[in-house]
């Protein structure tokens, strides 16, 4: 058993030293010291998570269109997706219980990630007979084990991302590697949509079903490829997280050591806000499709379905600019350099979306203006201070805003509000995920796969908003996105407190990270 696990429950070894710091892979991991080499290796899986997520989008029209769907049936896409996270999540937790120790502590972290990507590039061959047969429920398996494989590495990849360095800055990494995470997002519908409909200067807007596998197998070849190398990387396979939480406390003698996760109340609710942020980032954009293709007169844009690629690329490359912009602090560089890359990164990131539209054939001028609502965004990283309960305060109020002028205006400028809450979701993950499993020590690798678990709230809120569509309107239907960011907008209030009573001050981090 590895490090401090073989104390027995609820005993941390006490510290050598003051000047004892965390162990990543055997080895000091110093305060303020990132392992850049091992950390770009790491986040290339981040990439493939964004890929597929984002193309879902593109599938979810296309099958509404081939298989004669509701807007409410066309959801089961996202539900197969999203829900596999939940199933993957309760296999390793009941594995977990099974063998009498965390898996990934059993494994290995970089062992289990490499595990996930050949379960994923399973799921991607069943997409060849699925096209052949026109089968919509073998497509949807096929989305299921991708997702059951991308369970396994969330569950691995995140917590290492976070502890590959100082704990000061664990979320400003896990929000760099999503901000790669969200350039899969931002080419992954326009790569799926050429596939399917040809490029736009040929005029194609015709779905062609069979011409979905190809994207895949391609994608399950690389799954493989990536699994292998990073078996043979240098990324660690082992951290010592009891050491971890120790240097995240101001006052060590405060930690609490549970035997189960689910003792520590920052974790359970946050498994309800990984639940509702997954929620209403995923349902905003798989319903959005629907809502582009309204007649003008009832508030819509009236696009074909072969014309939407740009608005979901847009939309998810949002996430990439918000996620660019918080990544800033990850680079350990003085206060003067942050503030140059806080204003420069999420501009760079908004010049990638225009450029890889442009290669694609898209028109993009009537995108310009967006980078007027892109100055909200970072104004609102300045106000958060590092603090990652202070952003997702701030962001939860943001996506509130967007979405109501979104469901009060028409047309082209509610588009752009509904399409602004990837901006204001951007950085709840890396946010929501550092403050639900900072103090949980040994129970880390639990508390990750609960979290994980509740990524099903992608699926089943998405569902939701697709049923109040056709039971009301698409346009009324985004009142479930208010309501999961005031959810959310509780957790950022709530959770301080709950950390300072096992001495963490996030004030002192968010500090320690700025020096």
């Known amino acids: 058993m590895h490090g401090p696990e073989a104390a027995g429950p609820g005993v941390r070894p006490p510290p050598t030293c003051p000047a004892h710091r965390p162990l990543i892979h055997g080895s000091p991991m110093t305060t303020h010291q990132t392992r850049w080499s091992q950390f770009l290796v790491l986040i290339t899986v981040f990439f493939f998570w964004g890929f597929v997520a984002?193309?879902?989008?593109?599938?979810?029209?296309?099958?509404?269109?081939?298989?004669?769907?509701?807007?409410?049936?066309?959801?089961?896409?996202?539900?197969?997706?999203?829900?596999?996270?939940?199933?993957?999540?309760?296999?390793?937790?009941?594995?977990?219980?099974?063998?009498?120790?965390?898996?990934?502590?059993?494994?290995?972290?970089?062992?289990?990630?490499?595990?996930?990507?050949?379960?994923?590039?399973?799921?991607?061959?069943?997409?060849?007979?699925?096209?052949?047969?026109?089968?919509?429920?073998?497509?949807?398996?096929?989305?299921?084990?991708?997702?059951?494989?991308?369970?396994?590495?969330?569950?691995?990849?995140?917590?290492?991302?976070?502890?590959?360095?100082?704990?000061?800055?664990?979320?400003?990494?896990?929000?760099?590697?999503?901000?790669?995470?969200?350039?899969?997002?931002?080419?992954?519908?326009?790569?799926?949509?050429?596939?399917?409909?040809?490029?736009?200067?040929?005029?194609?807007?015709?779905?062609?079903?069979?011409?979905?596998?190809?994207?895949?197998?391609?994608?399950?070849?690389?799954?493989?490829?990536?699994?292998?190398?990073?078996?043979?990387?240098?990324?660690?396979?082992?951290?010592?997280?009891?050491?971890?939480?120790?240097?995240?406390?101001?006052?060590?003698?405060?930690?609490?050591h549970k035997g189960s996760a689910l003792a520590y109340p920052q974790l359970v609710l946050g498994m309800l806000a990984i639940f509702v942020y997954v929620g209403v980032e995923v349902a905003t954009i798989a319903n959005l499709p629907a809502y582009l293709k309204l007649p003008v007169a009832q508030g819509g844009l009236g696009l074909d379905t072969s014309m939407i690629a740009p608005f979901v690329s847009l939309y998810w490359a949002s996430l990439m600019i918000g996620?660019?912009?918080?990544?800033?602090?990850?680079?350990?560089?003085?206060?003067?350099?942050?503030?140059?890359?806080?204003?420069?990164?999420?501009?760079?990131?908004?010049?990638?979306?225009?450029?890889?539209?442009?290669?694609?054939?898209?028109?993009?001028?009537?995108?310009?203006?967006?980078?007027?609502?892109?100055?909200?965004?970072?104004?609102?990283?300045?106000?958060?201070?590092?603090?990652?309960?202070?952003?997702?305060?701030?962001?939860s109020l943001c996506g509130i805003a967007a979405l109501l002028v979104g469901m009060l205006t028409t047309g082209m400028a509610s588009v752009i509000a509904f399409i602004s809450v990837g901006l204001f979701c951007s950085t709840m993950w890396p946010c929501i995920f550092a403050l639900a499993i900072t103090g949980l020590g040994r129970n880390t690798g639990q508390g990750s796969s609960l979290l994980v678990m509740m990524i099903m709230g992608g699926g089943l809120v998405s569902w939701l908003q697709g049923w109040l569509a056709d039971v009301a309107s698409i346009h009324v239907s985004f009142v479930v996105g208010v309501a999961c960011f005031a959810y959310l907008a509780f957790y950022a209030a709530r959770t301080p407190a709950i950390l300072r009573r096992q001495g963490i001050d996030l004030d002192r981090l968010a500090a320690a990270a700025g020096h």
């Open 54 to 256: 984002a193309s879902n989008e593109i599938l979810i029209p296309v099958f509404k269109n081939a298989f004669d769907l509701s807007q409410a049936q066309s959801q089961y896409v996202a539900v197969a997706f999203y829900v596999a996270y939940t199933v993957g999540s309760v296999i390793y937790f009941l594995t977990s219980r099974a063998i009498g120790a965390d898996l990934l502590n059993r494994i290995g972290y970089k062992n289990g990630i490499a595990v996930g990507l050949l379960v994923s590039a399973v799921g991607t061959l069943l997409f060849y007979p699925a096209a052949n047969a026109g089968s919509f429920g073998l497509m949807l398996s096929g989305l299921f084990i991708v997702g059951l494989g991308f369970s396994l590495q969330q569950i691995a990849a995140n917590p290492l991302a976070i502890m590959m360095g100082d704990p000061a800055t664990g979320a400003q990494r896990l929000t760099m590697a999503g901000g790669i995470n969200n350039f899969g997002t931002t080419i992954g519908p326009l790569l799926v949509s050429l596939a399917i409909f040809g490029s736009v200067a040929a005029g194609g807007t015709e779905a062609s079903i069979e011409a979905v596998k190809t994207p895949y197998l391609v994608l399950g070849a690389a799954f493989v490829l990536v699994a292998l190398f990073l078996k043979f990387s240098s990324v660690p396979n082992r951290i010592d997280l009891e050491e971890v939480a120790a240097e995240e406390a101001e006052d060590a003698s405060k930690l609490v």
């Open 323 to 395: 996620r660019w912009a918080g990544a800033a602090g990850a680079f350990g560089a003085p206060p003067n350099v942050r503030l140059v890359l806080t204003l420069l990164l999420p501009y760079l990131a908004f010049g990638v979306f225009l450029a890889v539209n442009t290669i694609a054939g898209y028109a993009v001028a009537d995108f310009l203006l967006y980078a007027a609502v892109i100055v909200v965004m970072v104004a609102a990283t300045f106000a958060s201070r590092g603090n990652p309960a202070r952003m997702l305060l701030i962001f």
